[in-house]
T-cell receptor, first 110, second 114 residues
Framework: GIQVEQSPPDLILQEGANSTLRCNFS?????LQWFHQNPWGQLINLFY???GTKQNGRLSATTVATERYSLLYISSSQTTDSGVYFC????????????FGRGTQLTVWP | GAVVSQHPSRVICKSGTSVKIECRSL??????MFWYRQFPKQSLMLMAT?????????EQGVEKDKFLINHASLTLSTLTVTSAHPEDSSFYIC??????????FGPGTRLTVT
């Protein structure tokens, strides 16, 4: 299957700082999604972004499909941003099967 | 829109008993639903793909007789863990494909087998 690598594995920030999370994937993909898993386990859709750039408030994402990576930017981080951020890709071959990275554990301190 | 619910959110059962977990898409129809398992501090592991009206497709290494999946309607899929054992204790998460290849996830079910 396709390999999805996320970096860094852990990130500790002071409130107000900016950060960039990276997702590399080993093959061409049909779609890419970023999720935030909150401390209660709920995965929240952040972006559906197979290519290009999108912004939603303090978060934005860019996917460069030709170079097989995606970036998630978090600006002016808040304590509520804490949790695990997952990148997941779909090769478009098997009914929308998602391949997940290992995630980035983000901790934001006040 | 695009809300997926799971029930129960938490369940404790005795070894040898069976547990059923429901996954519902509340405001859209989902031809395809997915079941994942997540161990502490690890990523999500796909267990099976559930298609309405047909048999589920299980990932390699997942016992289909132990993890029974039924997708009886376009808004409901169920996962039954049969003859549960302590090693089945885990966080189970479902997702539903709203179409356009975007998946939405339920809040998860924490299963503890004593």
């Amino acid at each position: 299957g396709i390999q999805v690598e996320q970096s860094p594995p852990d990130l500790i920030l002071q409130e107000g700082a900016n950060s960039t999370l990276r997702c590399n994937f080993s093959d061409s993909v049909n779609n890419l999604q970023w999720f935030h898993q909150n401390p209660w386990g709920q995965l929240i859709n952040l972006f559906y972004i197979p290519s290009g750039t999108k912004q939603n408030g303090r978060l934005s994402a860019t996917t460069v499909a030709t170079e097989r990576y995606s970036l998630l930017y978090i600006s002016s981080s808040q304590t509520t941003d804490s949790g695990v951020y997952f990148c997941a890709v779909d090769r478009g071959s098997t009914l929308g099967r998602l391949y997940f990275g290992r995630g980035t554990q983000l901790t934001v301190w006040p | 829109g695009a809300v997926v619910s799971q029930h129960p959110s938490r369940v404790i059962c005795k070894s040898g008993t069976s547990v059923k977990i429901e996954c519902r898409s509340l405001d859209f129809q989902a031809t395809t639903m997915f079941w994942y398992r997540q161990f502490p501090k690890q990523s999500l592991m796909l267990m099976a793909t559930s298609n309405e009206g047909s048999k589920a497709t299980y990932e390699q290494g997942v016992e289909k007789d132990k993890f029974l999946i039924n997708h009886a309607s376009l808004t409901l899929s169920t996962l039954t863990v049969t003859s549960a054992h302590p090693e089945d204790s885990s966080f189970y998460i479902c997702s539903a494909d709203r179409g356009f290849d975007e998946q939405y996830f339920g809040p998860g079910t924490r299963l503890t087998v004593t």
